[in-house]
T-cell receptor
Framework: GQNIDQPTEMTATEGAIVQINCTYQ??????LFWYQQHAGEAPTFLSY????GLEEKGRFSSFLSRSKGYSYLLLKELQMKDSASYLC??????????FGAGTTVTVRA | IAGITQAPTSQILAAGRRMTLRCTQD?????MYWYRQDLGLGLRLIHY???????GKGEVPDGYSVSRANTDDFPLTLASAVPSQTSVYFC?????????????FGPGTRLTVL
C-alpha cells in the first residue's frame, strides 16, 4: 500500500512564504504531483516532479528527493486567494495516484 | 461543454436505493477515474478505466460498479446505497494512464445517504 503524510493545517501571513512538506512510502515511483483545491471545488493541477530537484513555476515551486521519499511545495508572496487545501499525490508502479489527506493553508491579512 | 462534467451536483438518497453518478468528458482522454473524498482521508480511488472497454478496481471498490462503453462517459453506480457511502465524489480524466499526465477533475457530486 501507499503511505503519504503531510501536515493537516498551516497558517501564514499575506506576502510571506509557506513550505508544505510531503513524505511518502510507495511501491514503486513514477512521479509526484501537487494539486490545489479551494473549498467546495475540484482539485486543480499545480506541479509534477519525477526527477530530484526543484521545479519553479511563478510563485509556486516544488522539490523532490526520491532517495528520502520527500517533497515540498513552496508558496511565495502569499495572496489571500492562496487559501486552499494542497494535495500531495504519488504515482506508483501501476500509474495510479495515491493522495495524501491534504494540507489546509490559511492566509491572513 | 468544455472539460469534464458530473451530474447531479448533489443528491440525498435513502439507504438501499440504487444511484448512478454520471461523468462526461470532451477532451478525448483515454483514462478516467472515480474518487471519493472524505474529511481527513483525502481522495481515494474507487474505480478506473485506462481506455474505453476496460475497467479496474481502485483502493475502495466495494459497493460500487462502473462501465466504460465509450471514450467520453464513465458512470459510477451504487447498487444499494449505505450511509457509509456519504461522501463527495469526483470524476477525473487524463490523456494517458501514467507518467506525467495530469488528471483533470470534474466539479464533484455531493452524495448523502440516509
Amino acid at each position: 500500500g501507499q503511505n503519504i503524510d503531510q501536515p493537516t493545517e498551516m497558517t501564514a501571513t499575506e506576502g510571506a512564504i509557506v513550505q508544505i512538506n510531503c513524505t511518502y512510502q510507495t511501491s514503486g515511483f513514477n512521479g509526484l504531483f501537487w494539486y490545489q483545491q479551494h473549498a467546495g471545488e475540484a482539485p486543480t493541477f499545480l506541479s509534477y516532479n519525477v526527477l530530484d530537484g526543484l521545479e519553479e513555476k511563478g510563485r509556486f515551486s516544488s522539490f523532490l528527493s526520491r532517495s528520502k521519499g520527500y517533497s515540498y511545495l513552496l508558496l511565495k508572496e502569499l495572496q489571500m486567494k492562496d487559501s486552499a487545501s494542497y494535495l500531495c499525490a504519488v504515482s506508483s508502479n501501476d500509474y495510479k495516484l495515491s493522495f495524501g489527506a491534504g494540507t489546509t493553508v490559511t492566509v491572513r491579512a | 461543454i468544455a472539460g469534464i462534467t458530473q451530474a447531479p451536483t448533489s443528491q440525498i438518497l435513502a439507504a438501499g436505493r440504487r444511484m448512478t453518478l454520471r461523468c462526461t468528458q470532451d477532451m478525448r482522454h483515454n483514462a478516467m477515474y472515480w474518487y471519493r473524498q472524505d474529511l481527513g482521508l483525502g481522495l481515494r480511488l474507487i474505480h478506473y478505466s485506462n481506455t474505453a472497454g476496460t475497467t479496474g478496481k481502485g483502493e475502495v471498490p466495494d459497493g460500487y460498479s462502473v462501465s466504460r462503453a465509450n471514450t467520453d462517459d464513465f458512470p459510477l453506480t451504487l447498487a444499494s446505497a449505505v450511509p457509509s457511502q456519504t461522501s463527495v465524489y469526483f470524476c477525473a480524466s487524463s490523456d494517458q494512464a501514467g507518467g506525467s499526465d495530469e488528471q483533470f477533475f470534474g466539479p464533484g457530486t455531493r452524495l448523502t445517504v440516509l
